[in-house]
């Protein structure tokens, strides 16, 4: 296993036309605490969906686990995001919910 969980080198993410994270880098080691912190609309959410892999990046170099992640790639199976929104249908039942989001992954 690689010292670093999480490594960014410049990671730019556009959205809108508009560049929301320019030339962020950072790494995260096991048994380490990361704060990111600023003000509204600094891009707090954004970084975090771009090393969680909700979100794309559009420029610069990402590692997860040691291994180098392609622009293409989106998601990591073993990184879990939780968000301020919920990703939860509200007219589901929590174990529904569940069921839902097992089979999206192909899971049992």
Known sequence: MSDTLVKAVGVVKWAGGVPVLRGVSL????????VVTGGNGA????????????????????????NPVPLSVNHDPRIGYVSHASFLYPDLSLNENLTLYARLWGLD
């Open 43 to 66: 891009g707090k959410s954004t970084l975090l969906k771009v090393l969680a892999g909700a979100w794309a990046r559009s420029a610069g170099h990402l590692e997860r686990f040691g």
């Open 27 to 34: 790494s995260v080691r096991p048994g380490r605490v990361l």
